[in-house]
């Protein structure tokens, strides 16, 4: 039962360094989510995407791009990383049911740009 | 904007009941969640409720909704120690869209 899987799940990259953090999932879940984690700040979402295919930008997107590479993978990727986006990623997938769209999530990427 | 607000810390006794409350300032809300997020991991759905219901029971948790004014809240009775989490309250409204609070850090007391 693995889920949603994303890696890695530490990363320390130096200001300006870019790196690509990686999801996938194996529910067959149509829509796959990336949120950040900040203390005080609760889950706020960066990207999301709807289907194969399709990407959309979230609360904080800026500074971020995404690609949905098929069904199954959902990749995040910092192309100029900055101190500002130290903090805790996660990767979620959701499907319609009994329960509303329950999303699933990763056990989350924690990054540090120093 | 929508807002969700809940308190940042909550401490127990253990066996105690635990009751964390949350608010929000949207009420075209579809579903309410309570997420549970342990140290080190990510979250994971706990339990939630229509918002076209009052109350739901299940086992050791109850949530209760008043949508007069806009409150949610989870009880968890007999709390244990590996109640010990950050718990989070989370709105839905449409299909893609979900609003978390900062989420309460529950502490047991021994």
């Known amino acids: 039962n693995a889920g949603v899987t994303q890696t890695p799940k530490f990363q320390v990259l130096k200001t300006g360094q870019s790196m690509t953090l990686q999801c996938a999932q194996d529910?067959?879940?149509?829509?796959m989510y990336w949120y950040r984690q900040d203390p005080g700040m609760g889950l706020r979402l960066i990207y999301y995407?709807?289907?194969?295919?399709?990407?959309d930008k979230g609360e904080v997107p800026n500074g971020y791009n995404v690609s949905r590479l098929n069904k199954r993978e959902f990749s995040l990727r910092l192309e100029s990383a900055a101190p500002s986006q130290t903090s805790v990623y996660f990767c979620?997938?959701?499907?319609?049911?009994?329960?509303?769209?329950?999303?699933?999530f990763g056990e989350g990427s924690w990054l540090t740009v120093v | 904007g929508e807002d969700v607000e809940q308190s940042l810390f909550l401490s127990v006794r253990e066996g105690d009941s635990s009751v964390i409350n949350c608010t929000y300032t949207?009420?075209?809300?579809?579903?309410l969640y309570w997420y549970k997020q342990e140290p080190g991991a990510g979250l994971q759905l706990l339990t939630y409720?229509?918002?076209?219901?009052d109350m739901k029971q299940d086992q050791r948790l109850t949530v209760l909704l008043n949508k007069k004014d806009k409150h949610l809240s989870l009880r968890i009775a007999d709390t244990q120690t590996g109640d010990s989490a950050i718990y989070f309250c989370?709105?839905?409204?449409?299909?893609?869209?979900?609003?978390f609070g900062t989420g309460t850090r529950l502490t047991i007391i021994p």
């Open positions: 529910m067959n879940h149509n829509s």
């Open positions: 979620a997938s959701s499907a319609p049911g009994r329960s509303g769209n329950t999303i699933y």
């Open positions: 989370v709105r839905a409204f449409g299909n893609e869209k979900l609003t």
């Open positions: 949207d009420s075209s809300s579809t579903y």
């Open positions: 409720i229509f918002s076209n219901m």
């Open positions: 995407s709807a289907s194969e295919g399709t990407t």
